[in-house]
C-alpha cells in the first residue's frame, strides 16, 4: 500500500509539475531552414566600448560584449477556420551567459551624492534564443 502511495505521487509530480514545464518550454533553436538549406544561423559576443553614464556625473568607459547574428524567424500563413497550428517561429541572438558589474561613477559638485552606482549586465556569451 504505501508503494502505490509513493508511486501515486511520483505519478503527481511529473504530470502536475514537470509536464506544465516541459510544455511550456522554449523550443530549442533552428539552425536550419529547408528552403535555404546553404543559410545557417550564427549569433556571436562582439567585443564593444560601453559608456556608463547618469546625469550629474561624469560617464566612463567600460569594455563589455553585446550580442550580433542572425538567427531564423518565419511565419506561415494562416487559413480560416484554421486547419492546423500556427506556424510562427522567432529566435533571436540574445545573451546565453551574463553577469552583473556594479560601475562607481562620480558626481563632482553634487555634495548630497558624491557617486552613483550603476549596474551593467556584462554579457559573456551569446545564442539564438526564443523570442520573447
Not at 546553404?38 to 553585446?66: L, M, P
Not at 529566435?91 to 555634495?111: F, K, R, Y
Amino acid at each position: 500500500c504505501r508503494v502505490v502511495a509513493e508511486l501515486a505521487m511520483m505519478l503527481w509530480f511529473v504530470v502536475g509539475a514537470l509536464l506544465p514545464a516541459l510544455l511550456l518550454a522554449a523550443p530549442p533553436p533552428i539552425n536550419k531552414l529547408a528552403l535555404f538549406p546553404d543559410k545557417s544561423a550564427w549569433c556571436e559576443a562582439k567585443n564593444i566600448t560601453q559608456i556608463v553614464g547618469h546625469s550629474g556625473c561624469e560617464s566612463k568607459s567600460i569594455q563589455n560584449r553585446a550580442c550580433l547574428g542572425q538567427c531564423f524567424s518565419y511565419s506561415v500563413p494562416n487559413t480560416f477556420p484554421q486547419s492546423t497550428e500556427s506556424l510562427v517561429h522567432c529566435d533571436s541572438c540574445m545573451p546565453a551567459q551574463s553577469m552583473w558589474e556594479i560601475v562607481t561613477l562620480d558626481c563632482p559638485g553634487n555634495e548630497e551624492i558624491p557617486r552613483v552606482d550603476k549596474l551593467v549586465e556584462k554579457i559573456l556569451h551569446c545564442s539564438c534564443q526564443a523570442c520573447g
